[in-house]
T-cell receptor, first 114, second 117 residues
Framework: EADIYQTPRYLVIGTGKKITLECSQTMGHDKMYWYQQDPGMELHLIHYSYGVNSTEKGDLSSESTVSRIRTEHFPLTLESARPSHTSQYLC?????????????FGPGTRLTVL | AQKITQTQPGMFVQEKEAVTLDCTYDTSDQSYGLFWYKQPSSGEMIFLIYQGSYDEQNATEGRYSLNFQKARKSANLVISASQLGDSAMYFC??????????????FGSGTQLTVLP
């Protein structure tokens, strides 16, 4: 069983609201990631972190921000949600060098902005 | 340049038959790893199988095997005895040391597999 958790699993919210998607892992992994994925489409890396107090932007530009104050916690925040933010957000973690078990993914958060 | 190419957007297979999902990759590194993930309609990404570039044997995990052809730079996933529960999106991914730790895994665009009863 993967030990990476995301809450909420589903979120429907109105335009302009501030939201935080939570992600926690209990595997002690150094690296954590956020991917954005539209239904049936490929994954896009939007944020990643090497460890505490380290955050970097990924391949796809995103208006969201992230923080890494604790090793196990990597929340993603949208200050003002818009319909264009409607998507699935997948959190993941790995050892510093991705090993034979790959990147471990959380169950995802499906966000709908009305 | 596309690092991972999955040319089959959708595939159909009859239950109990075998199916091959194609994946080709592009790298100049000698040391790299190839991964396959399954994503059911519920959305989670499930790790299936790993093949290292120096592994001499094709990787196998239960009904999953990886047909690794290094010279052709292909890493096709073979699912034997398909089951209805195999219906899902399948992603091929690659780890390259030279990509920098930013992009530890590069994903393909995926193949939607549908198993027919």
């Amino acid at each position: 069983e993967a030990d990476i958790y995301q809450t909420p699993r589903y979120l429907v919210i109105g335009t302009g609201k501030k939201i935080t998607l939570e992600c926690s892992q209990t595997m002690g992994h150094d690296k954590m990631y956020w991917y954005q994925q539209d239904p049936g489409m490929e994954l896009h890396l939007i944020h990643y972190s090497y460890g505490v107090n380290s955050t970097e932007k990924g391949d796809l530009s995103s208006e969201s921000t992230v923080s890494r104050i604790r090793t196990e916690h990597f929340p993603l925040t949208l200050e003002s949600a818009r319909p264009s933010h409607t998507s699935q957000y997948l959190c993941a973690s790995s050892e510093y060098r991705v090993g034979v078990n790959g990147i471990v993914f959380g169950p995802g958060t499906r966000l709908t902005v009305l | 340049a596309q690092k991972i190419t999955q040319t089959q957007p959708g595939m159909f297979v009859q239950e109990k038959e075998a199916v091959t999902l194609d994946c080709t990759y592009d790298t100049s590194d000698q040391s790299y790893g190839l991964f396959w993930y399954k994503q059911p309609s519920s959305g989670e990404m499930i790790f299936l199988i790993y093949q290292g570039s120096y592994d001499e044997q094709n990787a196998t995990e239960g009904r999953y095997s990886l047909n690794f052809q290094k010279a052709r730079k292909s890493a096709n996933l073979v699912i034997s005895a398909s089951q209805l529960g195999d219906s899902a999106m399948y992603f091929c991914a690659m780890r390259e040391p030279s990509s920098g730790s930013a992009r530890q895994l590069t994903f393909g665009s995926g193949t939607q597999l549908t198993v027919l009863p």
